[in-house]
């Protein structure tokens, strides 16, 4: 039952997110420079995890980035529901 609740919960927060993402925050932090937020992490999976994200964010358009965001939500919502 908790798993069910925080999924739910986190996709609420991943849709409100993807509601208030817009073109000039994404413009600011991803499509200026590409080697936003990276800063070799904790560790070597890390690092190329961060540097696989940045660069899929510095090179998608803004409006597919925020689908992308909703499906994410939209999908944790459904699983919640449904099979947890």
């Known amino acids: 039952m908790a798993i069910k609740v925080i ?7 991943i849709i ?3 509601v208030f993402y817009n ?4 413009e ?14 904790d560790g070597f999976i890390v690092f190329i995890i961060e540097t696989i994200v940045v660069t899929v964010l510095s ?20 699983i919640g529901f449904k099979f947890v």
């Open 28 to 41: 600011k932090h991803f499509a200026s420079d590409s080697s936003f937020g990276i800063n070799g992490g």
């Open 16 to 18: 409100v997110i993807g």
């Open 23 to 26: 073109k000039q925050y994404h």
């Open 7 to 13: 999924l739910i919960i986190i996709g609420i927060i």
């Open 59 to 78: 090179i998608l358009p803004w409006y597919i980035f925020k689908f992308i965001l909703f499906l994410i939500g939209i999908s944790l919502i459904v």
